[in-house]
């Protein structure tokens, strides 16, 4: 079994940038993916990134704005999120073996993102 611990997540002004930490216990041989819940919304995904890190994807709405990264040494993968706007705001999860039904292999705890108008 594998444990992933987001960090973080804080409360920022629209037009600033933070950089999410997902770290697991274990070496994991997966894609790995980030994916948000808003009150009142479903999950939705907003990126994941293969194990070499080569092919990378993105949800339409953070495209160009939001970078997955990850270190492998380190079990590690992160999320670089600029240009943030208020509809941003979320709990931010990260996963293993993401699925594009929105199922996962394991998932963080989460870590919430607040940006402010």
């Known amino acids: 079994q594998v444990q992933l611990v987001e960090s973080g997540g804080g409360l920022v002004q629209a037009g600033g940038s933070l950089r999410l930490s997902c770290t697991a216990s274990?070496?994991?041989?997966?894609?790995m993916g980030w994916f948000r819940q808003a009150p009142g919304r479903g999950r939705e995904f907003v990126a994941a990134?293969?194990?070499?890190?080569?092919?990378?994807s993105y949800a339409d709405s953070v495209k160009d704005r939001f970078t997955i990264t990850r270190d492998n040494a380190k079990n590690t993968v992160y999320l670089q999120m600029n240009l943030l706007k208020p509809e941003d705001t979320a709990v931010y999860y990260c996963a293993t073996g993401p699925r594009a039904s929105g199922t996962a292999d394991y998932w963080g705890q989460g870590t919430q993102v607040t940006v402010s108008s």
């Open positions: 990134i293969s194990w070499s890190g080569a092919t990378t």
């Open positions: 274990a070496r994991t041989f997966n894609t």
